[in-house]
């Protein structure tokens, strides 16, 4: 079986279709400001568990003279450094209507 010629005279040809406009690159700002205040709540407290956990570690160290403590703040600050950097880039996400 073949195919009917289609190259004669009396063919029609389809025109190709357009191509589409390339969608606008994606803006995020709305959703940056459109967090839940929860999540800059809870960046300010990790701010302020870093601060603290560094305030640890120099009084222990300069004025207690206690190693182990001021070793346990930059632990602190280290942990929360890191759950801080962790909530910055995955957490708070965009606010969600029910």
């Given at each position: 079986m073949?195919l009917p010629?289609?190259?004669?005279p009396?063919?029609?040809y389809?025109p190709q279709?357009?191509?589409?406009?390339?969608?606008?690159?994606?803006?995020?700002?709305q959703e940056v400001?459109?967090?839940?205040?929860?999540?800059?709540?809870?960046?300010l407290?990790?701010?302020?568990?870093i601060?603290?956990?560094?305030g640890?570690?120099?009084?222990?160290?300069?004025?207690?003279i206690?190693?182990?403590?001021?070793?346990m703040?930059?632990?602190?600050?280290?942990?929360?450094?890191?759950?801080?950097?962790?909530?910055?880039?995955?957490?708070g996400?965009k606010?969600?209507?029910?």
């Open positions: 073949t010629d289609d190259s004669g009396g063919a029609v389809d279709p357009e191509p589409q406009p390339a969608p606008d690159p994606v803006d995020r700002t400001l459109q967090r839940e205040p929860l999540h800059f709540i809870v960046v407290l990790l701010l302020a568990d601060v603290f956990g560094l640890l570690a120099v009084f222990a160290e300069k004025v207690l206690y190693r182990p403590m001021a070793i703040g930059c632990g602190l600050a280290a942990l929360g450094l890191g759950v801080l950097g962790y909530f910055v880039l995955f957490g996400g606010r969600t209507r029910w």
